[in-house]
């Protein structure tokens, strides 16, 4: 039997971040969990912009709605990891022979990087007509607008759920705006207490309301997704 000579167990393969000065430990603790994330590591082995990418493709594999064909409007879109994914699973670039051609509109506050299949702009959402300037851009209504937002952390966890309900409120409202009958919308939440009124809008909106955690949300994270099919118009 070979001998091991690296001088190493098993248990020694988590890579260890030491405190440097002037970081936080919070921001020591972060980076040590991102190096020893496996979402991450796949990310940059299979080329995704951020482990996110893994989250929306779960979702889409669950409940189907990136089918060839659709019309998706993607808010909040950088670094674009969820446009990588929708792009092939619509069919943005026509690769899929005798499939319908998807089309892709990537927003953000931010400039993106440019990707093949998306068109993506930097637009305030909120914005007074966002919802007619991004259904003119996509040349009809949307059969699909999802988000991946999130407000900035203020470090306080009630405080910081208030703010992604209240964001999230404000993208289902351009979702009605923007969204064809029988439309999705899939946005993150995070789990808090403060997200009823946010369901009960929905479930009048939309046939079904699912409310999802996908194995690539880290698991000591609030973090869910609600996923709303079946748009009333």
């Known amino acids: 039997m070979a001998k091991n000579t690296s001088g190493r167990g098993q248990r020694d393969l988590t890579v260890k971040v030491k405190t440097a000065r002037g ?12 190096l020893n994330d496996p ?4 990310a940059q082995a299979e080329g995704f912009r951020g482990r996110a990418a893994f ?9 189907r709605f990136l ?5 998706v409007v993607d808010l909040g879109c950088a670094p674009g990891g969820w446009l990588q994914v929708a792009v092939p699973r619509i069919n943005a670039l026509g690769e899929k022979k005798g499939k ?8 953000d506050l931010q400039e993106v990087e440019p990707l093949p299949g998306a068109e993506i702009h930097q637009l305030d959402f909120m914005s007074d007509g ?5 259904k003119d851009w996509l040349g009809g209504p949307a059969d699909v607008v999802m988000s991946d937002m999130a407000a900035a952390s203020s470090g306080h966890k009630q405080t910081d759920h208030l703010r992604i309900i209240a964001l999230c409120e404000t993208a289902a409202h ?9 439309g999705t919308f899939v946005a993150k939440v995070l789990a808090g207490g403060a997200e009823g009124e946010l369901q009960k809008l ?8 699912a409310n999802v955690k996908p194995p690539a949300s880290r698991a000591d994270s609030s973090e869910k997704f609600v996923v709303a099919t079946g748009f009333r118009g």
Not at 29 to 34: K, S, T
Not at 39 to 42: A, P, S
Not at 67 to 71: N, S, T, Y
Not at 174 to 182: K, P
């Open 174 to 182: 351009l979702a009605f705006d923007v969204l064809d009958e029988g």
């Open 202 to 209: 929905l479930k009048q909106k939309f046939d079904k309301v």
């Open 39 to 42: 979402y991450v590591k796949r």
């Open 67 to 71: 089918v060839p064909g659709a019309r």
């Open 100 to 107: 319908a051609v998807g089309r892709i509109i990537g927003i």
């Open 55 to 63: 989250k929306i493709m779960e979702l889409d594999d669950k409940f």
């Open 23 to 34: 970081r936080k430990l919070s921001s020591t603790r972060w980076l040590q969990r991102q």
């Open 130 to 134: 966002a919802d007619e300037q991004i």
